[in-house]
């Protein structure tokens, strides 16, 4: 008897895996997030601090993201988040930026664009969510984030200077969903690579209430850390804060 039903379980955890590979899952949302800038950056020359030099003050910039699982092949997750920074600012000497010395005590107007998009590929751990009817998934794979960078100073008397530069990072990616009750689920992702001085973190944590099983309301927290050090351009830059979203989910 014991060994029936130690039998029947395993048969009903392979049938369920099974179907499991065969099914399709799919999400999208769309959201705002309120990105607070902290940390240094240069270019060729003296950092500039982007809070007390550069004036920059948080800024909330609509993103988005698509999520789909097919049969027996790496889930994809596509993201897209524009960020984007400006202000008035001085610094008390002068300094360099670029090609250009810029004269201090005297002010000037500079932007700062990071525009990131990502593609993720990546596996659930197999069974998990079997065993746990459906509680608990971890999602593990690689992710390739593309960041679309452009920065510029412009003083009276001096001109404008400014750095244009597309970069490729591969990163790794964790993912875990739990979610407890039908209408609710609570979500973590993490992306992070480090290498020859340069870092990058970015974590989300993501509460979120689903409607008639398939629409979605979402909040949260989401922080980024930028450590970056190339040959004319360095940056130790940190972008934090709250976000929500609205969604679809299959």
């Given at each position: 008897m014991?060994?029936?039903?130690?039998?029947?379980?395993?048969?009903?955890?392979?049938?369920?895996?099974?179907?499991?590979?065969?099914?399709?899952?799919f999400e999208a949302a769309v959201g705002v997030w309120n990105q607070d800038p902290k940390g240094t950056f240069s270019y060729q020359g003296e950092s500039l601090n982007l809070e007390d030099e550069l004036k920059y003050d948080e800024e909330t910039r609509v993103t988005g993201r698509v999520k789909l699982e097919l049969p027996l092949v790496p889930g994809i997750y596509l993201m897209a988040t524009p960020m984007k920074?400006?202000?008035?600012?001085?610094?008390s000497g002068s300094f360099t930026f670029g090609g250009k010395t810029y004269t201090g005590g005297t002010q000037f107007h500079s932007e700062l664009e990071l525009n990131h998009y990502d593609l993720?590929?990546?596996?659930?751990?197999?069974?998990?969510?079997t065993v746990t009817m459906d509680v608990?998934?971890?999602?593990?794979?690689?992710?390739?984030?593309?960041?679309?960078?452009?920065?510029?100073?412009?003083?009276?008397?001096?001109?404008t200077e400014s750095k244009s530069a597309t970069y490729v990072i591969p990163m790794v990616y964790a993912g875990v969903q739990i979610r407890p009750v039908d209408w609710l689920a609570l979500e973590g992702e993490a992306r992070g690579v480090s290498y020859s001085g340069n870092q990058y973190y970015d974590l989300i944590g993501r509460g979120k209430i689903i409607?008639?099983?398939?629409?979605?309301?979402?909040?949260?927290?989401?922080?980024?850390?930028?450590?970056?050090?190339?040959?004319?351009?360095?940056?130790?830059m940190e972008f934090a804060g709250p976000f929500g979203e609205v969604g679809i989910q299959f």
């Open positions: 014991r060994v029936r039903t130690i039998l029947t379980m395993m048969t009903v955890i392979l049938f369920s895996a099974a179907a499991s590979a065969w099914a399709v899952g920074f400006e202000g008035d600012g001085s610094k993720a590929l990546y596996y659930g751990i197999p069974l998990l969510k608990l998934n971890i999602d593990l794979g690689i992710n390739g984030r593309l960041i679309d960078m452009e920065a510029e100073i412009s003083q009276t008397g001096v001109g409607f008639f099983d398939h629409l979605f309301a979402a909040g949260g927290y989401r922080y980024e850390k930028l450590k970056i050090d190339t040959s004319d351009v360095k940056g130790n």
